[in-house]
């Protein structure tokens, strides 16, 4: 089992629609959780990191920790066909000296106009 | 500013052949990072360097060696290149913490064939 899974997509939206991303996670020891946006034949870029659980906002992403459910989520409200790319969580915990950090495979989005 | 500067963006190269994929930075980031992408797989950390003159192991090393002579490059290289290290290979900086926080700055890539 992957400590870290995500759904592959394709996920088609049209625009202007609210988009739900997923993680889901084994490891309940993991601090920081991030996501990343990449575009085709690009690097991915870091779009926000959360620590613990809760939300947080910038413009019109929100990203959301549970650790409870060991489950994390990204929501684009008024989703652009820019916002066409895919999607990486990734989430990461201090060992010792060290520090682990662990990419979901990424989820593939697209925004119609 | 230009980042991460990877070379070659692509390469076609035959089996058994030595290649050196290079990646410079100038954010003066201490660590350094090789992942490679494949479908389904995501990304996995091939090596890292933590501070100039030290390197590590990732997830997957093997075939794979590094060097970080200075601040700025972290070449990777290929002794002898097999079809399974077929992928795209991104190098990224990032400064202490961002193992951590997961801020790390990627590069655009290094397309590899191995035939």
């Known amino acids: 089992q992957k400590e870290v899974e995500q759904d592959p997509g394709p996920l088609s939206v049209p625009e202007g629609a609210i988009v739900s991303l997923n993680c889901t996670y084994s490891?309940?020891?993991?601090?920081?959780f991030m996501w990343y946006r990449q575009y085709s034949r690009k690097g991915p870029e870091l779009l926000m990191y959360?620590?613990?659980?809760g939300n947080k906002e910038d413009g019109r992403f929100t990203a959301q920790v549970d650790k409870s459910s060991k489950y994390i989520s990204l929501f684009i409200r008024d989703s652009q066909p820019s916002d066409s790319a895919t999607y990486l969580c990734a989430m990461s915990v201090r060992m010792d000296s060290s520090y682990k950090l662990i990419f979901g495979s990424g989820t593939r989005l697209l925004v119609r106009p | 500013i230009a980042g991460i500067t990877q070379a070659p963006t692509s390469q076609i190269l035959a089996a058994g052949r030595r290649m050196t994929l290079r990646c410079t930075q100038d954010m003066r980031h201490n660590a350094m990072y090789w992942y490679r992408q494949d479908l389904g797989l995501g990304l996995r950390l091939i090596h890292y360097s933590n501070t100039a003159g030290t390197t590590g192991k990732g997830e997957v090393p093997d075939g794979y060696s590094v060097s970080r002579a200075n601040t700025d490059d972290f070449p990777l290289t290929l002794a002898s290149a097999v079809p399974s290290q077929t992928s795209v290979y991104f190098c990224a900086s990032s400064d202490s913490l961002g193992f951590l926080t997961g801020e790390l700055f990627f590069g655009e890539g290094s397309r590899l064939t191995v035939l």
């Open positions: 490891n309940s020891a993991f601090q920081y």
């Open positions: 959360t620590y613990s659980s």
